[in-house]
């Protein structure tokens, strides 16, 4: 099933599309089809980012602290004005 659709080409493009045409010896539309599925198989291609990774810091032992109440980290971290 083909679908009849108006697209603007930029003249670089058309330009191409009608050298390949030419070239191939085929339609313009069939021409313009085949690049067209070409490109779309083409597998997407994202660039590679670096790792990223997390280095730790020690940060020391405060005896006063208590590491598992919340509340004091809070307090200790952002002062006691903090609520």
């Known amino acids: 099933m083909s679908i009849r659709t108006t697209i603007t080409l930029d003249e670089d493009v058309l330009e191409r599309v009608k050298q390949e045409s030419r070239a191939r010896g085929a339609s ?3 021409t313009l089809n085949d690049l067209l599925r070409l ?3 083409q597998p997407k291609h994202h660039p590679k ?3 990223f ?3 730790p810091t020690h940060m020391g032992w405060r ?3 208590n590491y598992d109440c919340i ?3 809070l307090d200790f971290a952002e002062g006691e004005d903090r609520r």
């Open 28 to 30: 313009f539309r069939d």
């Open 39 to 41: 490109a779309l198989a």
């Open 49 to 51: 980012r670096p790792r």
């Open 53 to 55: 990774r997390v280095k």
């Open 63 to 65: 005896p006063e602290i």
């Open 71 to 73: 509340g004091g980290l």
